[in-house]
């Protein structure tokens, strides 16, 4: 069974880069046709979307963020990473990788909180 | 972007009852709407894919409906352990976007 698990870091000074990987086991990151997705969450707060890459490298950020954010994608390592520049207290968040399938997100990870402070 | 509205945005049943949960999208989507369950602490899980399709593991009391722009999420014979947050997303286009979810109590 695929498992998804975030790894990072919890606390980024404001104006810093934020850095997070999501390592994949018990599958192929190799395997065709799903996207590998960032989703964050504040506290009590709704999901946003953050971006996508396949394994083929393309990606798709959202809008709102996408000055800011690059995904990448180590199929060697069987990983992906979010790296998010000029953080504010706003990215502050628990923050989801997710597989994407049949366009909807199958499988998570368990997240990650991520604290913005000096 | 597509917005996603949910209502209600909490509700409080008993065990036992049918629970229906709406999501209107601010355009059509299509079918390309999915449903997802939220625990306290927990990822969100995959519950409805396709506006009407049950992911796998999931029990038979979850079903959803709708196309177009107007959705809809029925829990049959509620039990205890669905006490979550759901939340309702779009797949039709990106940015993908939810709804601000709905929060599910037992009474």
């Known amino acids: 069974q695929l498992q998804l698990q975030e790894s990072g870091s919890g606390v980024v000074k404001p104006s810093q880069t934020l850095s997070l990987t999501c390592g994949v086991a018990g599958g192929s990151i190799n395997s065709g046709g799903y996207s590998w997705n960032w989703i964050r969450q504040a506290a009590g707060q709704g999901l946003e979307w953050i971006g996508y890459i396949y394994q083929s490298g393309n990606t798709y950020y959202n809008p709102s963020l996408k000055s800011r954010v690059i995904i990448s994608i180590d199929t060697s390592e069987t990983q992906f990473s979010l790296t998010l520049r000029s953080v504010t207290a706003a990215d502050t968040a628990v923050y989801y990788c997710?597989?994407?399938?049949?366009?909807?997100?199958?499988?998570w990870g368990r997240g990650t909180m991520v604290t913005v402070s000096s | 972007d597509i917005q996603m509205t949910q209502s209600p945005s909490s509700l409080s049943a008993s065990v036992g009852d049918r629970v229906t949960i709406t999501c209107r999208a601010s355009?059509?989507?299509?079918?390309?709407l999915n449903w997802y369950q939220q625990k306290p602490g927990k990822a969100p899980k995959l519950l409805i894919y396709?506006?009407?399709s049950l992911q796998s593991g999931v029990p038979s009391r979850f079903s959803g409906s709708g196309s177009g722009t107007d959705f809809t999420l029925t829990i049959n014979n509620l039990q205890p352990e669905d006490i979550a947050t759901y939340f309702c997303?779009?797949?039709?286009?990106?940015?993908?976007?939810f709804g601000q979810g709905t929060n599910l109590e037992i009474k």
């Open positions: 997710a597989r994407g399938a049949e366009r909807s997100f199958d499988i």
């Open positions: 997303q779009q797949s039709y286009t990106t940015p993908y976007s």
């Open positions: 396709a506006a009407s």
């Open positions: 355009q059509t989507i299509s079918n390309y």
